[in-house]
């Protein structure tokens, strides 16, 4: 079993910058593939970028292409995401999980607003 915890969010003006962290417990963290994801109000959940295990391949959602940046420490069980150039459009409850997600990963997420 894995349990997350997504952290690092809050207000910021258009054009700044926040770095979400994702604390992951449980044994074999190291070997999944790891997502950020995020739904804004009134839509549905959506990928925002993705890492992968073992080669620690990097994917992102076109939106946020060129601005946010994935990354994770296996030794610390931790996920990060640098998200720069925010975009009033960018406000929304971002929340880590494996990839492919599983329904019984998902946690209370981290809430970012983005102010114009």
């Known amino acids: 079993q894995v349990q997350l915890v997504e952290s690092g969010g809050g207000l910021v003006q258009a054009g700044g910058s926040l770095r979400l962290s994702c604390a992951a417990s449980?044994?074999?963290?190291?070997?999944?593939?790891m997502g950020w994801y995020r739904q804004a109000p009134g839509k549905e959940r959506e990928f925002v970028a993705t890492?992968?295990?073992?080669?620690?391949?990097?994917r992102y959602a076109e939106s946020v292409k060129g601005r946010f940046t994935i990354s994770r420490n296996n030794a610390q069980n931790t996920v990060y995401l640098q998200m720069n150039s925010l975009k009033p459009e960018d406000t929304a409850i971002y929340y880590c999980?494996?990839?492919?997600?599983?329904?019984?990963?998902w946690g209370q997420g981290t809430q970012v607003t983005v102010s114009s």
């Open positions: 890492i992968s295990w073992p080669a620690w391949i990097t």
């Open positions: 999980n494996t990839d492919p997600s599983r329904d019984d990963y």
């Open positions: 449980g044994r074999a963290f190291s070997r999944f593939s």
